[in-house]
């Protein structure tokens, strides 16, 4: 009996309580980015394969970008890749990334900008990965 009293309380407690929202803050917008990042992601290319890339990934802080990575697409492998995009952060740290390939990306940045995760959009890829600042 005490064990159901205690399981009907903590249901109680737990559902009258508001909902925190998730309320990360990136006043810098564009420039919460910023300096060199390793950047690591791996998934797959339906069609096509396996991908793992890994390299640097340098972010200006005003909305531009230059990626120069190392690829493995369905074990071969792609070296000295670079490509250049552009990007926006929100007040929210959520941000958009499209680089020069065609390919374009979703991300979350800490609000320190000290790393991000990060999703690609393009139908037909399942990929994701995370990079974290190495200088600024």
């Known amino acids: 009996m005490r064990k159901l009293f205690a399981s009907l309380a903590l249901a109680i407690i737990t559902f009258a ?22 950047v690591f992601g791996t998934g797959t290319i339906v069609g ?3 991908v793992t890339v890994v390299g640097v990934h340098t972010w200006d802080g005003q909305g531009n970008t230059v990626a ?9 492998v792609f070296p000295g890749i670079t490509v250049t995009g552009t990007y926006s952060v929100n007040p929210d740290c959520t941000g958009s990334n499209a680089e020069s390939d065609g390919s374009h990306y979703n991300f979350v940045v800490l609000p320190n900008g000290t790393s991000a995760t990060w999703i690609r959009t393009d139908a037909g890829t399942v990929v994701s990965g995370t990079e974290t600042r190495l200088s600024r």
């Open 17 to 38: 309580l508001p909902p925190r929202a998730f309320s990360a803050q990136c006043p810098l917008g564009n420039a919460t980015l910023h300096g060199a990042y390793v």
């Open 48 to 50: 096509v394969g396996p």
């Open 68 to 76: 120069t990575y190392t690829a493995s697409v369905n074990g071969n």
